[in-house]
């Protein structure tokens, strides 16, 4: 089972320079490598395609939607601006070699707004093209179930399995994360199981944003439920510990999460090889 990084923990910016970052995580010990496509006309393919065949990484591709491109809108030109970016972002992930395309492609990052029918529609008719391409790329689509402090629109696995339902595709599934189940769900073991084989992908990260192992989530429970509902997709590690960068601020990282971040990452990566097992 392969254990990766998301790059954004380290670069100071969503769409900063990340080619060192992953060259750090292979020698680090990780298989995998996550990439965020923020900006599609600015992403190093050719540059990254060359680490990716230096190191041996595997890698994982997400991606995020703003007030500008999100999907959920019932405006059709806001909504279409939504999936011409999913699709640019697709075309470059599927180039990479990445199985599928995640992150918060459901609507847009930070809104906080009521939710009616209306933007599930809007959603669901969005995302059942872009799944449709991805499937024609042999890729699938994982939308990400985040905290009410992110997002009105997805919160929870019983949300998901919703749009997704209204989606109808099958290579459309969720993209669920330690954190923000910890915040949102009454149960790990529930929730996993709820999601069952619709898991395609899965960010690991303690209560308090840190490394597993630092805080006070129970990691085997965690696995085990994983496992047992049928996950057999990479296990991300996605923290932010540093309160001095930007992405720091965007998440509230308002102080050090991790006392020593180099030396608790590698401890958080052995445990986690450890409990796959």
Not at 4 to 24: C, D, N, Q
Not at 91 to 110: R, Y
Not at 117 to 136: Q, S
Request: a negative charge; aromatic letters at 8%; hydrophobic letters at 40%.
């Amino acid at each position: 089972m392969d254990i990766g990084i998301h790059v954004s923990l380290w670069t100071p910016e969503w769409t900063a320079p990340f080619l060192a970052y992953m060259r750090k995580a292979s020698a680090l010990g990780f298989d995998l490598v996550e990439i965020p496509i923020m900006n599609p006309a600015g992403f190093p393919l050719d540059e990254v395609k060359q680490v990716l065949k230096e190191t041996g990484l595997k890698v994982s591709c997400g991606t995020g939607l703003g007030v500008k491109t999100d999907i959920s809108s019932t405006d059709s030109a806001i909504s279409e601006a939504g999936v011409d970016h999913l699709f640019r972002c697709i075309d470059i992930a599927a180039e990479l070699g990445s199985p599928t395309l995640q992150g918060v492609i459901h609507s847009a990052w930070g809104a906080r707004t009521p939710v009616d029918e209306a933007n599930r529609k809007a959603c669901a008719a969005g995302l059942k093209a872009v799944a449709r391409k991805a499937a024609d790329l042999h890729m699938s689509i994982a939308l990400e179930c985040i905290n009410r402090y992110e997002s009105s629109f997805l919160n929870t696995v019983k949300q998901g399995i919703y749009i997704l339902n209204m989606i109808g595709e099958n290579n459309a599934g969720l993209h669920l994360d330690t954190y923000h189940m910890n915040i949102e769900e009454n149960s790990f073991q529930e929730a996993f199981s709820t999601a069952g084989n619709r898991m395609f992908h899965l960010h690991l990260s303690e209560n308090q944003r840190g490394f597993p192992g630092g805080g006070l989530l129970d990691w085997k429970m965690i696995v085990q439920s994983a496992k047992s509902a049928g996950y057999r997709g990479p296990w991300v590690i996605e923290s932010y510990v540093y309160p001095e960068f930007p992405t720091g601020n965007d998440v509230c990282i308002w102080r050090p999460i991790e006392n020593d971040p180099e030396n608790d990452l590698k401890k958080s990566l052995a445990m986690v090889r450890e409990l796959l097992v």
